[in-house]
């Protein structure tokens, strides 16, 4: 991969990751002292909450995920690093025009889908002008897999300026329960089938004896045939199929680890691909155990729910995410310090989220009461978000440096 194109995937990703992260440390220092609310107006909790999300779902989220389509699809030369570099600058100029309209109050209010208005439409263009620079500028010929993949990605602008639109859902569902055991199966087999293809993507190298497509393949093809086969629409979490369904998932356990295994990895990547996969587990159990009959009850809508996301994003997402931009091509790998104060803060911060949503099942009230258990829970959270930050800070400046193997590239 060109060393300038993936030094520019690498500036954009941890860029959009230290923004998300400084906003939610704003956030939750404003859910300890909500008097800030007032010295802020209007820029309160509620017009932060959209940047912070999408700052992670949409920059530190896609953009490595843009960067293994540069690799796989982009040739090395001078021309095609000028277009995903100017490619890049597009989709951080959508995503930023996207946070100003959200400070000033213009969202539907459907989360994850907040375009409205000039956003909804620049957003969809820098989809559309990414695909338009991996079609013109790709390697060729493609091979037929490459191209259905293009033929997929160009649906992807389009029907998410659809879906945006107000009139396809609703933002509140009043018909909906919450999520059933076929849409967390199906949801978490599009993550599955992602991480399938990476490797792919990347170009990795397959270790010699191994042969990992055929077995990930059938395994998806069965789960799939599960997925397809359970109810779906308003299913509840009593029902027998809906926790089958969802069990299949353990089987991914080692699945996904004996596959991430048999590539190879570029020196520096270990760690990051363990701590991802030990965030996958705790992903798949928690998950099971968030969605059984009594348990689920209990903790729908608690904070238990927000660590739940912080376990996807901050751990699993976060940390593949590393390995992908390390193996896009020779780069600084963070400090280890940084490594281990990014994973031992959102542990110990989901760990605290999941224990404040347990205790919020017996009591909802205390959420409402100053000193008392959940500032001190808030406190601390507030203190591993600043660690955090710092350490997501310090894989910027790290990584966003050329280092000579970019140079003799």
């Not at 029902?239 to 570029?266: E, H, M, N, T």
């Not at 017996?362 to 500032?375: C, K, M, V």
Request: aromatic fraction near 14%; glycine fraction near 10%.
């Amino acid at each position: 991969m060109n060393p300038l194109v993936s030094k520019a995937v690498r500036r954009h990703s941890l860029a959009w990751l230290v923004a998300a992260n400084g906003v939610g440390v704003l956030l939750a220092a404003l859910l300890i002292w909500p008097d800030l609310n007032d010295l802020l107006a209007p820029l309160t909790y509620g017009r932060w909450i959209p940047l912070h999300l999408n700052g992670h779902l949409y920059g530190w989220g896609a953009l490595p995920l843009v960067g293994a389509l540069f690799k796989f699809y982009l040739p090395e030369d001078a021309s095609s690093a000028h277009g995903a570099r100017f490619a890049l600058w597009v989709w951080s100029g959508a995503l930023l025009y996207g946070c100003l309209t959200w400070l000033a109050g213009h969202t539907s209010g459907k989360i994850f889908l907040d375009w409205q208005g000039g956003a909804r439409w620049g957003w969809s263009f820098a989809l559309f002008f990414l695909w338009l620079i991996l079609f013109r500028q790709a390697r060729r010929p493609l091979s037929r897999s490459a191209q259905g993949l293009l033929g997929l990605l160009l649906l992807i602008p389009f029907l998410l300026y659809w879906v945006a639109g107000a009139t396809v859902y609703p933002a509140i569902n009043p018909h909906s329960g919450g999520a059933t055991g076929a849409s967390l199966l199906g949801s978490t087999l599009g993550v599955v089938a992602m991480f399938g293809a990476l490797p792919w993507l990347l170009r990795l190298e397959v270790k010699a004896g191994q042969r990992p497509w055929r077995i990930y393949l059938a395994a998806f093809a069965l789960t799939s045939s599960v997925y397809a086969g359970i109810g779906h629409g308003a299913a509840s979490h009593h029902r027998p199929d809906q926790i089958i369904g969802l069990s299949c998932l353990l089987a991914w356990i080692p699945l996904v680890w004996s596959y991430a295994r048999a590539f190879k990895w570029r020196p520096g990547s270990g760690r990051w691909l363990t701590a991802a996969f030990c965030w996958w587990v705790l992903l798949v159990i928690t998950g099971l155990l968030i969605f059984l009959p009594e348990i689920s009850e209990r903790l729908k809508f608690t904070n238990a729910l927000v660590a739940h996301s912080h376990l996807a994003m901050a751990g699993l997402i976060t940390s593949f995410h590393l390995v992908i931009l390390l193996n896009l091509a020779p780069a600084r790998s963070p400090q280890v310090w940084s490594f281990w104060a990014w994973q031992l803060g959102c542990l110990l911060q989901v760990a605290l989220l999941f224990w404040l949503g347990w205790q919020e099942g017996l009591d909802p009230a205390i959420l409402y009461l100053r000193g008392g258990l959940t500032d001190w829970v808030y406190g601390l959270r507030l203190i591993i978000g600043l660690v955090m930050f710092v350490s997501s800070f310090v894989w910027l400046t790290d990584m966003g440096r050329t280092i000579d193997a970019d140079q003799n590239h």
